[in-house]
């Protein structure tokens, strides 16, 4: 079965600074993996996702995630922080083969001006 | 064009009540979802059919009961309304199974008095 873990229900920033959002997956064959954001009051957006083409994935403004298969991690960062990027993110992970997708329980992320 | 739309937004009821919450995808996808957001933000998995066919049915109880008169269409009809009903109820859409990422609705504020 696989599985989520986010570290860390909620990160502060600065305005500019460096955000990084941890995401390790449990799975027993090769995944896809897909990063998620949620604004107050709205329904979930993805950000990027893995399937196993290239390891280093860019999505939406200015967001990227590195597969590590030897470290299951699946890590979201983005260079600097703006104050729009304030949300909820989430982490899924799905089996090939499989038909569900399951959600870690999510980081908040804080922009401080 | 709204993409994945869901009727109502915010629904208040008393317990023991019976309710349904609607929801559309214009997206032409195969596979539609029933997703229960705690207050935490934990999200988890209600129900998915694909081309009308029931694939996920997660542990829920019995009072919830999707139903899908067509692809573009799947409806979640809960009876006996209790407190632990309330929660953001979001319903998400894709192309099928595999690698497809999934789109959500705004979802649907439930609050049961």
């Known amino acids: 079965a696989q599985s989520v873990t986010q570290l860390g229900s909620h990160v502060s920033v600065s305005e500019g600074a460096l955000v990084l959002l941890r995401c390790n997956y449990s799975?027993?064959?090769?995944?896809?993996l897909f990063w998620y954001v949620q604004y107050p009051n709205q329904g979930l957006q993805l950000l990027l996702k893995?399937?196993?083409?290239?390891?280093l994935v860019k999505g939406i403004n200015g967001f990227e995630a590195e597969f590590k298969k030897s470290e299951t991690s699946f890590h979201l960062t983005k260079p600097s922080a703006h104050m729009s990027d304030a949300a909820e993110y989430f982490c899924a992970v799905k089996n090939t083969g499989g038909f569900k997708t399951i959600f870690g329980a999510g980081t908040r992320l804080f922009v401080k001006a | 064009d709204t993409a994945v739309s869901q009727t109502p937004k915010y629904l208040v009821t008393q317990m023991g009540n019976d309710k349904s919450i609607k929801c559309e995808q214009n997206l032409g996808h195969d596979t539609m979802y029933w997703y229960k957001q705690d207050s935490k933000k934990f999200l988890k998995i209600m129900f998915s059919?694909?081309?009308?066919?029931?694939?996920i049915n997660e542990t829920v109880p019995n009072r919830f009961s999707p139903k899908s008169p067509d692809k573009a269409h799947l409806n979640l009809h809960i009876n006996s309304l209790e407190l632990g009903d309330s929660a953001v109820y979001f319903c998400?859409?894709?192309?099928?199974?595999?690698?497809?990422?999934?789109?959500f609705g705004p979802g649907t504020r439930l609050t049961v008095t």
């Open positions: 059919y694909n081309n009308k066919e029931l694939i």
């Open positions: 998400a859409s894709s192309r099928g199974q595999g690698d497809y990422e999934q789109y």
């Open positions: 893995y399937t196993s083409a290239a390891t």
């Open positions: 799975s027993s064959v090769p995944p896809y």
